[in-house]
C-alpha cells in the first residue's frame, strides 16, 4: 500500500531524507524511528503530499501521490504530532467538515461519525468549541476525523501526546484492529516501548538515512547487547555519522 522509490528531500544543501526505499503491504503495523530530526517527520509530509520530493516518488495504494493526489488522498488519514483544528467550530461541526472535504453524506457523518466520537470517548463535549478542548481531547477529535473516510492507510505522527494511559491503551488496540482489517498504519514514534509491543515492522532512519529494516526480533538481533527496544535502538544509533 505504501511505495516509495529512491525518496529524497533537500532543504537548500542540507539532505532531510536521501534514497529513501520502502515496500509496506496492507494490514501491516509499520513503525519508524528516529532521534529528532532524522527524518521522519519530513518523510511523513512527502507521503502525504504536503512536501514535494527533491527525487524519487511516493506511491499510495498505486497512486504516485504528486501525480495523482486526490485519489491517494482518498486512501489516507493523517494525524499529526500537533494536529490543526478550527478553533472557532464544534466538535461535530469540524466532523461535518471533514465529511464536506471527501462528499461524505449526512448520514454517514450522523451514523458513523457518532460512533467515531462515542468511541474516542469526545461525544458529550461534541457540541463545545474546539477552542475550549484540552490537548487529549483535540487528538481523539484528530483521530475520530481521520476514520471517518474509513481511510486504507492511517499515517500518525507521534499519536500520544496528550493522551493518558487509558487511552494510549485504547488507541493501540483501535489501531491493531484496524490492521487486522487490512488497514496499513505508519507511525512515526519516540515511544519505543509501543513501537516493541505493536509493530509487524521497524524502520530506524538517522541523518536521512534508513540504517535498518526489519521485524522487532530482527532488530533486536542486530545488538551486541540483548536488552529492550529502546536499548538496541540507542546501540544501532550510536555514532552514526
Known amino acids: 500500500m505504501i511505495h516509495t522509490e529512491n525518496l529524497t528531500k533537500r532543504f537548500g544543501e542540507k539532505t532531510a531524507v536521501q534514497a529513501l526505499n520502502l515496500r509496506i503491504p496492507a494490514g501491516e503495523f509499520f513503525c519508524f524511528l528516529g532521534p529528532n530530526g532524522a527524518g521522519k517527520t519530513t518523510t511523513i509530509k512527502m507521503l502525504t503530499g504536503l512536501l514535494h520530493p527533491s527525487e524519487g516518488r511516493a506511491v499510495i495504494g498505486g497512486y504516485d501521490i504528486q501525480e495523482k493526489p ?44 457518532e460512533h467515531l466520537l462515542e468511541i474516542f470517548g469526545i461525544r458529550n463535549v461534541g457540541d463545545e468549541l474546539i477552542e475550549d478542548y484540552s490537548h487529549g481531547m483535540r487528538q481523539k477529535l484528530s483521530f475520530s476525523s481521520c476514520f471517518l473516510h474509513n481511510p486504507k492507510v492511517v499515517i500518525v505522527d507521534e499519536p500520544w501526546v496528550g493522551l493518558d494511559p487509558k487511552n494510549i491503551r485504547f488507541v493501540k488496540d483501535f489501531l491493531r484492529e484496524k490492521t487486522r482489517e487490512g488497514v496499513t498504519v505508519f507511525m512515526s514514534t519516540h515511544t519505543l516501548s509501543i513501537a516493541e509491543e505493536i509493530a509487524d515492522r521497524i524502520g530506524i532512519i538517522h541523518n536521512g538515512r534508513l540504517l535498518h529494516l526489519g521485524s522487532v526480533s530482527e532488530i533486536m538481533a542486530m545488538a551486541q547487547h540483548p536488552g529492550s527496544l529502546e536499548d538496541v535502538f540507542l546501540e544501532l544509533t550510536q555514532g552514526e555519522e
Open 70 to 113: 486526490v485519489e491517494a488522498k482518498q486512501l489516507i488519514g493523517y494525524i499529526p504530532d500537533s494536529p490543526f483544528l478550527y478553533e472557532k467550530l464544534t466538535g461535530r461541526e469540524f466532523m461535518r467538515f471533514v465529511a464536506g472535504l471527501y462528499r461524505l453524506p449526512d448520514s454517514h457523518v450522523t451514523d458513523y461519525g
